[in-house]
């Protein structure tokens, strides 16, 4: 009896004690949240196409900066048209001799070769002589004369990149041999740009390469980030669908961003190595979904190529999913990409199949 108020006593100041470091947790906490969604955006254009940024994190005003800048140093180290890039450089000396480059544009050369293996030179990185001929990304895009793209299709071949593992040295085989990165290098930069941003302590956020798109986490009200899969006969602001996207990648391919018609023909920017002429398969449009940015890359470039029955054999792939256009408007759906798509049941004439 005699112990029994000094009892009390000891548990009212130990629940006094966990109330007042639960209200200061909760004050913490709040106080931590409103540091970490702090949001900011940017815009640039960069590896000739427009880049949107919208990042959450305590420094998310530096990520945006630091992003901005990965992506001009990558440009400059990467694109066959800045004449001081290692790409460049390994241009100039086709045929020649080697030329030393830093490890990180080694391995991402040596990535990129594997892609062309996994694809039977369907994806092929030497396609430069060809893409130079046609320039139907530049200012004077038209239609080569046959003999000019039979010359320039023997001069794409990754079996000629030549990599030197002991010095990190690159040499393209045969004279006149060009790269070009465009299959995958918006990805493999948009990876590398996520990864800066997270240094920065960013959690949430997405950034825009063009085509591509890389998000982090999810939005402050807790849902996935959503984007439109755009309708690729239709104007820049219609879709076909809505696809949700957590901590992923989707790179997109189609023949509607970058294209010139002569005599009523469309000409888009994806060649096919072994015609030397624009891909001709019965796909408009493929989107894929996966980790990886370079390999999103690759992987849309691949299968617009090699068109919608061999595409279908992916269906079920655990690394990566997929959404393709044909030009019946039929919308082909990977198992995996299932529950996070919308259909837009405004979209005119299109028709959703389950590719499993």
Known sequence: MLNYPRKKTVITVAVSLMLLLFLACIGFFWDSREKEWTTS???????????????????????VEEVNQMLADFENRFSA???????????????????????????????????????Q???????????????ITGEDPRVPDEQAIQSATKLVNYEDLLLREEDHSVMLRQKGQK????????????SLAMET???YGVHSGYLSIGGNIFTIGRKEDGSAYRFGIRDPRGEASDYIGIVELT??????????????EENGVRYHHILNPDTGYPGDSDLISVSVICQDGGMADFLSTTLFLAGSEKAM?????????????????????????????????QAEGYHFVNAS
């Not at 020649?96 to 070769?113: C, G, I, P, R, W």
């Not at 995958?184 to 948009?190: L, R």
């Open 247 to 260: 901590d992923t990648t989707m790179a997109t391919s189609g023949d509607y961003e970058r294209y010139f």
């Open 197 to 199: 941003a997270k240094s």
């Open 41 to 63: 955006t940017g815009s640039a254009f960069v590896m000739d196409t427009f880049v949107d940024q919208k990042l959450s994190g305590e420094k998310s005003g530096q990520a």
């Open 121 to 135: 030179g369907l994806f092929d990185i030497t396609i430069g002589p060809l893409a130079d001929l046609w320039d």
């Open 179 to 190: 790269l070009n990165l465009g299959g995958i290098a918006k990805g493999a930069a948009g």
């Open 313 to 345: 054999a992916y269906a079920d792939a655990e690394s990566f999913d997929f959404i393709l256009i044909d030009r019946e408007k039929n919308v082909y759906l990977s198992n995996g990409i299932l529950p996070y798509f919308t259909p837009n049941e």
């Open 81 to 119: 048209y800045i004449s001081s890039s290692e790409i460049a450089r390994i241009n100039q000396n086709a045929g020649l001799s080697y030329v030393q480059v830093d490890e990180e544009t080694f391995q991402l050369l040596k990535t990129a070769k594997e892609y062309c293996q996994l694809s």
